[in-house]
């Protein structure tokens, strides 16, 4: 379509041997020292949450999972100045104007200028390069495990995909009815040996070992129910026992009621609920407390490209809903 994306190692050979993608042209070829300091920090507070959980310490295992996922936000975030603001006065002002690096200018006073420069050369120690490759391989290793687990291994007729996230997914399972609903794929399987062969290398392989069931690049049952609806990522309702579980970002859920009824309204009436959350803020030293009127069931998918028939489809450069055919 005219348009150049970027790829990992990884994920552009997946999508090369396994999905016959086809390249027109290279555009550029980017090569990155490697930079492992992130190994230690990763393992370390990965041992130190397991083992808050297995000990029952609660705050502990939410501080060090806090930690790891505000890491990933902060290391990404480019916070480096390429530009230079200089204090000048009326002459200097003048002179720099007729430089290549002049950018811009704001007169603070009589013969007071803050002239604002592009450098010739710049800088960056944030690396940023591994927030990219940690969400492509994600991508990678989630596609690894649909395609070439469980295409090959299960009936995908009997399984259906309702949401999915950076590192998660949630699939609905036509099983045994006549048994519990904790029965994972046990009758999906379509090829009983190669899912003996091979699930060792996605799923634990020692019951009720937490160091098993939460190692790196690992998968693990994250809860199991018998009923679920999702209007989006990080956007559903699911029926775990005898309870319910609704998951909404960024609603604040002890002040603010959600229901299965509000997401099936929005789903058939198209309903959009509201809902307000309080939070502290301080001004001029003032401290008060702000109400946040906010649109929490919408319906609204960001994520992808949401066909009639409720098909999910990547964004592309250059490609709309129409040029998808099914």
Request: charged share 25%.
């Amino acid at each position: 379509m005219g348009g150049y994306m970027t790829f990992s190692s990884y994920y552009l050979w997946f999508l090369i041997d396994d999905c016959h993608f086809i390249i027109d042209d290279v555009k550029q070829i980017i090569l990155f020292t490697k930079y492992d300091k992130f190994n230690t920090f990763v393992k370390e507070f990965t041992n130190q949450r397991i083992d808050a959980k297995i000990n029952g310490n609660k705050g502990l295992e939410q501080f060090c999972k806090i930690i790891m996922n505000s890491s990933y936000g902060g290391d990404g975030m480019n916070t480096e100045k390429y530009t230079k603001i200089k204090i000048m006065n009326e002459k200097q002002a003048l002179q720099a104007h007729q430089s290549n690096m002049f950018m811009n200018d704001q007169k603070l006073s009589d013969n007071v200028n803050a002239v604002q420069m592009n450098p010739e050369k710049c800088s960056c120690k944030t690396p940023s390069q591994i927030v990219y490759f940690v969400l492509d391989n994600a991508k990678y290793w989630y596609l690894n495990f649909v395609y070439n687990f469980m295409y090959k291994c299960f009936d995908m007729n009997k399984i259906h995909f309702i949401e999915g996230d950076t590192d998660s997914a949630y699939w609905a399972v036509s099983g045994n009815a006549n048994e519990s609903y904790k029965q994972q794929f046990k009758y999906a399987i379509k090829d009983q040996q190669f899912y003996n062969e091979n699930a060792k290398y996605f799923f634990p392989t020692i019951e009720g070992d937490l160091l098993d069931e939460k190692k790196i690049l690992g998968l693990a049952i994250e809860r199991e129910g018998t009923e679920m609806i999702a209007l989006a990522p990080k956007n559903y309702y699911i029926m775990v026992g005898d309870k319910t579980k609704i998951k909404l970002k960024g609603i604040n859920q002890s002040t603010n009621k959600i229901t299965k009824e509000q997401i099936v309204e929005n789903i058939i009436e198209g309903t959009v609920t509201k809902c307000i959350n309080m939070r502290l803020g301080q001004k001029s030293y003032q401290m008060s407390k702000l109400a946040i009127e906010k649109n929490d069931i919408t319906g609204c998918h960001t994520k992808a490209i949401v066909l009639s028939n409720q098909s999910c489809c990547p964004f592309i450069f250059g490609l709309k809903a129409k040029d998808y055919s099914f």
